[in-house]
């Protein structure tokens, strides 16, 4: 049977209150979905390695992961877009001559071009995430869906030497760097198409500039109330704060889940 509706959350400073840890609220408001008919979905720049502890929490097992280049529905992957490798051999040589570090993302690892970078380490840090294993050649033996482009300040000239790679400087240290014309929308685009879910609502949760593609694709936007200008822009409906139980006053006021009301004797 189809869900009623498709809810797509994103993962940092959305569901995410911290490292690998989910608001009570969220968590309640999605077993409250699946109660309701509806399927609640990942999308994150992450890959889907990163999140296992979230998914276990959540029961979730349908993901758009690494802004819309790996999608997997119910365990299995069911849509790729991997890097063209003389891509990634040309932004290697560019980085290099800048002396920016990257970080090559596969279905499986993360690994970096260089094995110690300042502006690498603060960003893993800032994600809650180790420093990734030194392995500069992986894209030799693996597909690699995400690149990250680790540099203090953004570089509209670097940008420009690869019209065919899409930027999104998605934390203060760095850039996301997948195919030109990837984005969430188009792993939610291909995921509905797969499953066959054509015609089904859609709503999607997020804060950053990475989820504008999304909002503009589904039905209803919802913006977290930390979210950034341009997403708040673009939302249809601004809840609370991720950290002030925004997902569930989001989804009440949406009538998707009903306001639990305490017992009185």
Known sequence: MNPKAIIFFDLDGTLLTGP?????SSLAAIERLRRNGYLPVIATGRATHEIEGVLQQTGIDSI??????YVVSQGNSIYTNPFHQTDIEALKV??????????YYSDSEITAEKS?????????????????????????TKEIYLIMLL????DAAFEAQFPQLTFLRNTPHGYDVVPNGSSKAVGIEAFIKKQQYENIPTYAFGDG????????????????????????????????????DGIMKALIHFGLIEEEKECTN
């Not at 690998?20 to 009570?24: E, R, S, Y």
């Not at 994600?127 to 392995?135: A, E, K, R, T």
């Open 209 to 244: 500039i990475n989820d504008l593609e999304m909002f503009n694709y589904v039905d209803t936007a919802v913006a977290m109330g930390n979210a950034v200008e341009p997403l708040i822009a673009a939302a249809d409906y601004v809840t609370a704060d991720f950290k002030a």
């Open 94 to 103: 560019a980085a290099q001559q800048k002396n920016y570090n990257l970080t």
């Open 64 to 69: 758009v992961s690494m802004n819309g280049q």
């Open 151 to 154: 540099s203090e300040h953004a």
């Open 116 to 140: 110690d970078d300042h502006w690498t380490r603060v960003n893993y840090e800032s994600l809650h995430s180790s420093y990734p294993q030194c392995h500069p050649q992986l894209y030799l």
């Open 20 to 24: 690998n840890q989910i608001a009570p």
